[in-house]
């Protein structure tokens, strides 16, 4: 299985959870705020893997990977990060009950 492969359920996961907030208060602002993060953990990301890469802590192979990559990191790579950065917030706001239920 390709990391490719991999990172789909997560992305669509995260589609779907992003999706179910859109009615919620504030979703504009979540988003602003998610895309911010989003950036923060892609730069992160792309410093870190990358030195971990260097320092030959881990490798990829060839056959699983896009061949798209950003240094020595893998496009998939940033996936998860960007995942969480919109997942994490979508499932917060779902567990809260709604403001107008009250």
């Given at each position: 299985m390709t990391y490719v492969l991999i990172v789909i359920p997560f992305v669509v996961a995260t589609v779907a959870l992003t999706l179910a907030t859109v009615?919620?208060?504030?979703?504009?602002?979540?988003?602003?705020?998610?895309?911010?993060?989003a950036a923060g953990l892609v730069v992160l990301t792309a410093v870190f893997d990358n030195l971990m890469i260097a320092a030959d802590?881990?490798?990829?192979?060839?056959?699983?990977?896009?061949?798209?990559?950003i240094g020595l990191a893998p496009i998939?790579?940033?996936?998860?990060p960007v995942c969480a950065a919109f997942a994490v917030p979508a499932i917060l706001t779902l567990l809260r009950p709604r403001e107008d239920a009250a």
């Open positions: 009615r919620r208060p504030r979703f504009g602002d979540r988003m602003r705020r998610s895309a911010l993060a802590l881990f490798t990829y192979p060839e056959h699983l990977i896009s061949g798209i990559r998939e790579d940033f996936a998860y």
